[in-house]
């Protein structure tokens, strides 16, 4: 029994291991403006998760690119309910002029976090914008 625990958390470690330094190149070739060759060693992955969506969202967001950018953020809130993903996303749907979808997502985060000052102006905004008050 022990050996089999001691061979699936090895499995686990070496299986995120292997993905550190992928994630690692992708992260150099962005820092450096090369939009496209990370993009494409981030489709080369063959097990999607939340951190290479979100790493693709990025790269989308960087390049102005809000349709993909908002496509990604949905795919990488599917493996993890993340709040940073969510601010990203409501962002895009404002630039997307879908603004009642980002007053949703801007509502759901305030009930959460009712004392985020930044978070409630933004609604403010929403609602003064499309003169939902």
Do not use: W
Not at 119 to 132: D, F, I, P, R, V
């Amino acid at each position: 029994m022990k050996k089999r625990i001691l061979i699936v958390l090895l499995f686990v470690f070496v299986k995120v291991g292997a993905q550190t330094p992928a994630f690692s190149s992708i992260d150099s070739l962005f820092e450096n403006g090369r939009y496209q060759l990370a993009l494409e060693r981030l489709q080369a992955i063959t097990t999607p998760s939340f951190l290479s969506n979100y790493k693709t969202a990025v790269i989308y967001e960087s390049i102005d690119n809000c349709k993909q950018t908002a496509l990604f953020l949905e795919k990488a809130l599917h493996f993890k309910k993340d709040k940073k993903a969510l601010l990203k996303l409501a962002k895009v749907y404002q630039r997307l002029n879908k603004s009642f979808v980002s007053i949703g997502i801007y509502e759901n985060l305030l009930a959460k976090d009712s004392l985020n000052l930044v978070l409630a102006y933004q609604l403010g905004k929403l609602y003064y914008k499309t003169k939902n008050h």
